[in-house]
């Protein structure tokens, strides 16, 4: 099996080095950049993971997630290691599209375990053999399940479920990257946006409305617990 190959991104060249030596002793491939504007020009090599500090010079690494982001159709799974541990300087991360957080400081064996489970849930290769998922003008098929993003419409075995606006939006939201958790936060941003008054708790009643009204397939959308939601293809009901 081809190596993961993970960009390493820090301006401490101690730190890139200890991370880029134990991860290739881990059995992946690897390659350091020590500023924002060297690990961007260095995105063609198509990575598989980006380790990426927050605190760095004249662009940050929230900066540089939000530019790969924008110009990188992949999703390229990034995990930010710093240390900003604020639970907003967490939540920031997290909007712009990060799979995971590490604070500092930290063990090389923390890294190298959130490394694998971030890229067990995002290997393409993994979600493919699950799902069969179209990218197209109409949509997502998941099995006999599809969601069309054209007309709103789901349907199961090619019957029509009735759902409302923030069911469907849920629903395409985490069936549209599989494995991925997103967070409470994330979806309330995304579903409600700029609705104040909506609690977490809110969420959690959609959800389980949502469950119900698309059996068989209401246990894949599971709850991890302190993380949030996600659509996972390998628990079906």
Known sequence: MKKKKILVVDDEEDLCEILSFNLRSAGFETDVAYSA??????????Y???????????ISGFKLAELIREEYPRNIPIIFITAKDQESDKLKGFNIGADDYISKPFSIKEVIARVKAVLSRTTAEDVNSKVSKKLSESGIVFRSMSINSVNKIVTIEGREIKLTKKEFEILYMLAGQPLKIFSRAQI?????????????????VHIARLRKKIEPYSSSIVNRSGYGYCFDPGEEG
């Open 188 to 204: 309330l941003d995304s579903v409600w946006q700029n609705e104040s008054y909506v609690l977490d708790r809110t969420i959690d």
């Open 37 to 46: 504007e060297e690990a961007y020009s260095k995105m063609k090599n198509n």
């Open 48 to 58: 598989d993971l980006l380790l990426l500090d927050v605190m760095m010079g004249a």
